[in-house]
């Protein structure tokens, strides 16, 4: 090989490599955007375990609010009945001792 040959050859390993570089310094940023989208990735897991987490807690408050009239009702007729009850049985007892 001349020295001409050498050029032409040493020429295009220099384009090539100019190449490649500019391909790695794109893969390099690549790199950087994916590694920015994970953190931000782990940090949204984060506050979707934090808030799914509140979402419970809100859903068990709310379905104790929405039981107490429930409750209430059940309390006033059980306290309804008991009157009843002793009122039937003071005047059975009061039947019987008079």
Request: net charge neutral; aromatic share 4%.
């Amino acid at each position: 090989m001349s020295n001409e040959d050498h050029s032409v050859v040493l020429e295009r390993h220099e384009q090539m490599l100019r190449s490649l570089q500019k391909q790695l310094d794109e893969l390099k940023a690549v790199q950087r955007e994916i590694k920015v989208m994970n953190e931000t990735l782990v940090k949204i897991t984060n506050e979707i375990k934090h808030t799914n987490a509140s979402l419970v807690s809100c859903e068990n408050r709310i379905s104790e609010i929405q039981s107490a009239p429930g409750r209430r009702w059940e309390m006033l007729i059980i306290s309804l009945l008991s009157s009843l009850l002793c009122g039937a049985a003071g005047y059975a007892l009061a039947r019987l001792f008079t």
